[in-house]
């Protein structure tokens, strides 16, 4: 890239990422956690790329922060079209943002497919060392007590419509 390109380039990539243009004049020691995550993103989206590799990108994060990167990195596959493959151990943070999830297990591809199949089997996920997200496990307790819900909801906002239309029914 030439010097235009490249000028260019980090203006898009800062702008992308939420960052003021004063950021370029502070010491990585100034900038908080999600500030640092998101500059270094911004110093590989300002190449182009067609992919984004991000492992765990908020751990170690506030809750603000962590919403703060989720919302960009949704924005960033939105608005760009850049396939993002985000390694997590979060299965909270998978089920909410996935659309196709690949389990690995010792080096090889254990489970693929979509968010809801992988997480239905809680078994063989548990086998493996590792779970569905946590709101799975109680929506199956609550299946005896409120039936007619559907058990296989993955996040908390769905969570949530679940039990509206389980109490707007019972109400009617």
């Known amino acids: 890239m030439n010097a235009e390109e490249i000028e260019a380039g980090i203006n898009t990539a800062i702008e992308a990422v939420g960052l003021d243009r004063d950021v370029l004049e502070k010491s990585p020691f100034e900038l908080s956690g999600g500030q640092k995550r998101r500059a270094a993103i911004a110093g590989v989206i300002a190449m182009n790329p067609g992919i984004l590799v991000l492992d765990e990108p908020t751990a170690g994060l506030d809750p603000r922060g962590r919403d703060e990167i989720f919302r960009f990195i949704l924005k960033l596959h939105k608005e760009r079209g850049i396939?993002?493959?985000?390694?997590?151990?979060?299965?909270?943070?998978?089920?909410?943002?996935?659309?196709?999830?690949?389990?690995?297990?010792k080096g090889s591809?254990?489970?693929?497919?979509?968010?809801?199949?992988?997480?239905?089997?809680?078994?063989?996920?548990?086998?493996?060392?590792?779970?569905?997200?946590?709101?799975?496990?109680?929506?199956?307790k609550l299946k005896p007590e409120l039936p007619g819900i559907d058990e296989d909801v993955f996040t908390i906002n769905e969570a949530k419509q679940e039990i509206l239309k389980f109490l707007k029914r019972k109400s009617l």
């Open 83 to 105: 396939t993002i493959i985000l390694v997590s151990h979060s299965m909270e943070d998978v089920a909410r943002l996935a659309s196709r999830v690949i389990v690995m297990n």
């Open 109 to 140: 591809i254990d489970m693929d497919g979509r968010v809801k199949d992988i997480f239905k089997n809680i078994e063989r996920l548990e086998k493996i060392g590792l779970s569905s997200p946590q709101i799975a496990y109680l929506m199956k």
